[in-house]
Each structure stands twice: as structure tokens, then as C-alpha cells.
């Protein structure tokens, strides 16, 4: 099955700088590859998402990339704020088939001090 | 629109009792799945239902059950508790099969369960 290896699994940056976490798959057929992000005591919540047919997503703070050859994808936050602090998820999925499942990676904490 | 309900939020177990863990979703979703989550483990996948009349084994199905006991609700029953499996407990919902767009997987509010 498909196996999602995340890395770091903590990250302490200061406000207003950036983030990056980092994620590798290993089932070339995997093709739909979210991002989540969970505040401590909350639910994990969807924050950005990235199809294989794309290289490169943007929404404000946030982009992920996808290197398919590679196989990995990166989250990147720019101009961090304290409320970015969360544990941040990826996970990697083959969307479109019978059986549709998400695999996680482990996670990154994310601290951004003021 | 509630989304996805669990209950309940905290339960505390003896080892060996017995308990099932409630799901529903008004999402009218195909697909539904338990995962737990542990610290630096992230969230694994128990069972999932891809359709109404469908159940799957995830990647840690060992000490539980689950039924589908229609489109909205998914339930994972733990037959004899058993400290290991003290963890917080998300259930999920989605489109599910055949979406390739739109196929986000929504969280419930969790369901953290001790057993002692």
C-alpha cells in the first residue's frame, strides 16, 4: 500500500518568516495529495490540495509543490503568524478509484513564535 | 448542515468492556473511515466503508469492528478494550469512489477514549 513519509516533525520558526514541510510518496499512482491542518484539541481541517496534473498551487500564505518524477510534494507558508501554529498533515490518495482512502504522513508541528 | 457527528467526545473504559463509537454525516458522502490518531503516529486508518454495503480493514483494524448501517452512519465497535488502544478516534466522510474533483475528506470532532 501506499506509504507517506513527512519530514521535519517539528518546526519553530519566527513570525514573518517562512515554512517549509516536505513529504514523499511511494505509489506512482497516487494522484490527489491534500494538506491538513489541526490546531491542538480541533479536528484536522483541509487547507490546500494539489492534483497530479499540477505542478505548483497558490491560495494568499499558502503553495504546495509536486514533483511527480520524484515523487514528493512540499508545503510552503510564507509571512508565518502565531496562528499558523498547528500540526500540519500530509497525505496522498489515488482519487477517481474504487476504493478512495487517504494515507497520512506523521505530521509537523508547527510553532511560530512572535 | 452539522457535517460529520461522533459520539461520544470522552469515554473512559475498563480493559475487557465493550463499547461502540458512534458516526453520521448529512453529507450525503459515499465513502466513510475511522482512523485514530497517537502522538508522533499521525492518523491511521482503521476501516473504511467505500459505499453503503461495503467494509474495508485499514492499516490498524486489529481489536475492532464496524458496521454500515446506512449511507450516513458508520460505527466502530471495540469488542473487549485494551490499553493499547487509548487514542483519540476521528471519523471521516467523502464523495468517495469515481470523484476525481471535489473528493475532500471531512473530520469529525473526535472522540477521545481512555482505557484503563
Known amino acids: 500500500g501506499e506509504n507517506v513519509e513527512q519530514h521535519p516533525s517539528t518546526l519553530s520558526v519566527q513570525e514573518g518568516d517562512s515554512a517549509v514541510i516536505k513529504c514523499t510518496y511511494s505509489?506512482?499512482?497516487?494522484?490527489?495529495f491534500p494538506w491538513y491542518k489541526q490546531e491542538l484539541g480541533k479536528r484536522p481541517q483541509l487547507i490546500i490540495d494539489i492534483r497530479s496534473n499540477v505542478g505548483e498551487k497558490k491560495d494568499q500564505r499558502i503553495a504546495v509543490t509536486l514533483n511527480k518524477t520524484a515523487k514528493h510534494f512540499s508545503l510552503h507558508i510564507t509571512e508565518t503568524q502565531p496562528e499558523d501554529s498547528a500540526v500540519y498533515f500530509c497525505?496522498?490518495?489515488?482519487?477517481?478509484?474504487?476504493?478512495?482512502?487517504?494515507?497520512f504522513g506523521k505530521g509537523t508541528l508547527l510553532t511560530v513564535n512572535p | 448542515n452539522a457535517g460529520v457527528t461522533q459520539t461520544p467526545k470522552f469515554q473512559v473504559l475498563k480493559t475487557g468492556q465493550s463499547m461502540t463509537l458512534q458516526c453520521a454525516q448529512d453529507?450525503?458522502?459515499?465513502?466513510m473511515y475511522w482512523y485514530r490518531q497517537d502522538p508522533g503516529m499521525g492518523l491511521r486508518l482503521i476501516y473504511y466503508?467505500?459505499?453503503?454495503?461495503?467494509?474495508d480493514k485499514g492499516e490498524v483494524p486489529n481489536g475492532y469492528n464496524v458496521s454500515r448501517l446506512n449511507k450516513r452512519e458508520f460505527s466502530l465497535r471495540l469488542e473487549s478494550a485494551a490499553p493499547s488502544q487509548t487514542s483519540v478516534y476521528f471519523c471521516?466522510?467523502?464523495?468517495?469512489?469515481?470523484?476525481?474533483?471535489?473528493?475532500?475528506?471531512?473530520f469529525g470532532e473526535g472522540s477521545w477514549l481512555t482505557v484503563v
Open positions: 505509489d506512482s499512482a497516487s494522484n490527489y
Open positions: 471521516a466522510s467523502a464523495r468517495g469512489q469515481g470523484y476525481v474533483s471535489g473528493n475532500t475528506i471531512y
Open positions: 497525505a496522498a490518495s489515488i482519487s477517481g478509484g474504487s476504493n478512495y482512502k487517504l494515507t
Open positions: 466503508s467505500a459505499s453503503e454495503g461495503t467494509t
Open positions: 453529507m450525503n458522502h459515499n465513502s
